[in-house]
């Protein structure tokens, strides 16, 4: 009886023992062949991998960005493909893309949690590639970008923070998300400039203009914000001039003390007298709807007064800006202003005003249609 006792004993904590060890290879296992699979060799990642990138991290850390599937399928276009500028019989593959991040001198490199928007690779290709930093402190960036519309891309932004392949996201200029992607033309595109900012450049349909938006890179965010807002004539890059963004705190400070942008010598409330004597002759004269206006070439002078009334003590009442080659867009305005004190339709006008209270003046921006870009401001 004692023999059996103690054989039950011994068999049942036998039997524990198995049990645990068993439970603790079956928990092990998955693991290390996890483990596994977060390094690839080097030489491996030369071999598997569709596309490869050198990009440097804020502190100009070199690493290789290995981009990769297991299940690649591999096929020859039978036509050419115009939005890729690919011919036929090139090249395609397919699959679930993944990205093994390899730093200089290492002999294994990291696969990347971080999810990619690529499901197609056509060779040769262009629509992925890095933008270098200006400066140091900036990291390179890759730029993973899909077909958006017929005038542009959608463009996916990564850097690499702590050894990691981070995505960054875009907000506006308050910080709050625009989205994960942002638009650039196919060709140039985009553009590193100093101080850590970033230029998207794309065609405006609605505005048959090109939008020229800037953006700066915060790392430790990993954002890019909204900095500044554009839209220029030709598809080159604007290397002067003025963004939307400084051009309209220089307007609004301008307005709000009753000046003429650029020429404080002229105010609303300045006679006629003084006018004549600060400005050349105007290009040429006449009544508007509320007194007279002398017409210069890049604005107007609006007086208290009618044309057969008009006299040395006339005053100005109202400053008139021909700012239409500036291409300000109302939604623009609105993003760097704030918003207006008032916005409506002016029949009477035959257009839209948005209207601005700066303290004793009044700013006010006229346009026609609600895409329209600014025809006109005046200061009141």
Same mark, same amino acid.
């Given at each position: 009886?004692?023999?059996?006792?103690? %054989?039950?004993?011994? *068999?049942?904590?036998?039997i524990?023992?198995?049990?645990?060890?068993?439970?603790?290879?079956?928990?092990?296992?998955?693991?290390?062949?996890?483990?596994?699979?977060k390094?690839?060799?080097?030489?491996? #990642?030369?071999?598997?991998?569709?596309?490869?990138?050198t990009?440097?991290?804020?502190?100009?850390?070199?690493?290789?960005? %290995?981009i990769f599937a297991?299940d690649?399928?591999?096929?020859?276009l039978?036509?050419?493909?115009d939005?890729?500028? =690919?011919?036929?019989?090139?090249?395609?593959?397919?699959?679930?893309?993944?990205?093994?991040?390899?730093?200089?001198?290492?002999?294994y490199?990291t696969?990347?949690?971080?999810?990619?928007?690529?499901?197609?690779?056509?060779?040769?290709?262009t629509?992925?590639?890095?933008?270098?930093?200006?400066?140091?402190?900036?990291p390179?960036?890759?730029?993973?970008?899909?077909?958006?519309t *017929?005038?542009?891309?959608?463009?996916h932004?990564y850097?690499?923070?702590?050894?990691?392949?981070?995505?960054?996201?875009?907000?506006?200029?308050?910080?709050k998300?625009i989205?994960?992607?942002?638009w650039?033309?196919r =060709?140039n595109?985009?553009?590193?400039?100093?101080? *850590?900012?970033?230029?998207?450049?794309?065609?405006?349909?609605?505005?048959?203009?090109y939008?020229?938006?800037?953006?700066?890179? =915060?790392?430790?965010?990993?954002?890019?914000?909204?900095?500044?807002?554009?839209?220029?004539?030709?598809?080159?890059?604007?290397?002067?001039?003025?963004g939307?963004?400084?051009?309209?705190?220089?307007?609004?400070?301008?307005?709000s003390?009753?000046? #003429?942008?650029?020429?404080?010598?002229?105010?609303?409330?300045?006679?006629?007298?003084?006018?004549?004597?600060?400005? =050349?002759?105007?290009?040429?004269r006449?009544?508007?709807?509320?007194?007279a206006?002398?017409?210069?070439s890049?604005?107007?002078?609006?007086?208290?007064?009618?044309?057969?009334?008009?006299?040395?003590?006339?005053?100005?009442?109202? #400053?008139?800006?021909?700012?239409?080659?500036?291409?300000?867009?109302?939604? &623009?305005?609105?993003?760097w202003?704030?918003k207006?004190? &008032?916005?409506y339709?002016?029949?009477a006008?035959?257009?839209?005003?948005?209207?601005?209270?700066?303290?004793?003046?009044?700013?006010v921006f006229?346009?026609?249609?609600e895409?329209?870009l600014?025809?006109?401001?005046?200061?009141?």
């Amino acid at each position: 009886m004692i023999y059996s006792k103690y %054989y039950r004993k011994w *068999s049942l904590l036998a039997i524990l023992i198995f049990a645990s060890i068993t439970l603790c290879t079956l928990l092990i296992l998955p693991t290390t062949s996890a483990a596994k699979e977060k390094q690839i060799s080097a030489d491996q #990642l030369k071999s598997k991998s569709r596309l490869s990138f050198t990009l440097r991290d804020a502190n100009q850390t070199s690493y290789t960005v %290995y981009i990769f599937a297991d299940d690649e399928q591999k096929y020859t276009l039978t036509e050419p493909n115009d939005w890729t500028n =690919n011919k036929t019989d090139d090249k395609s593959y397919s699959g679930t893309y993944r990205a093994v991040l390899l730093k200089k001198g290492a002999k294994y490199g990291t696969v990347q949690t971080t999810k990619l928007p690529i499901e197609t690779i056509i060779l040769p290709q262009t629509w992925n590639y890095t933008i270098k930093g200006k400066e140091a402190g900036t990291p390179d960036m890759l730029m993973l970008t899909d077909w958006g519309t *017929s005038n542009f891309n959608e463009v996916h932004t990564y850097i690499i923070r702590s050894g990691v392949l981070q995505p960054i996201k875009f907000t506006d200029n308050k910080g709050k998300k625009i989205s994960g992607a942002y638009w650039a033309s196919r =060709n140039n595109g985009i553009r590193s400039l100093s101080g *850590s900012r970033v230029q998207f450049k794309y065609y405006n349909n609605m505005q048959f203009k090109y939008a020229v938006d800037t953006f700066k890179l =915060n790392v430790s965010k990993l954002e890019l914000r909204l900095s500044d807002t554009r839209y220029v004539d030709q598809s080159s890059w604007p290397n002067s001039g003025m963004g939307d963004r400084a051009y309209l705190e220089s307007l609004k400070a301008a307005a709000s003390k009753g000046m #003429l942008p650029g020429r404080s010598d002229i105010k609303i409330g300045m006679t006629l007298k003084s006018v004549q004597s600060n400005l =050349n002759k105007p290009k040429s004269r006449g009544n508007e709807e509320w007194g007279a206006f002398y017409y210069y070439s890049q604005f107007g002078l609006g007086f208290d007064s009618y044309m057969h009334e008009l006299n040395a003590k006339s005053r100005i009442a109202i #400053l008139q800006l021909y700012n239409e080659k500036q291409n300000l867009a109302p939604q &623009n305005v609105r993003l760097w202003l704030g918003k207006p004190s &008032n916005e409506y339709y002016n029949e009477a006008a035959g257009g839209y005003e948005m209207t601005y209270r700066l303290g004793k003046h009044t700013l006010v921006f006229n346009y026609e249609e609600e895409d329209d870009l600014i025809d006109f401001t005046n200061i009141y």
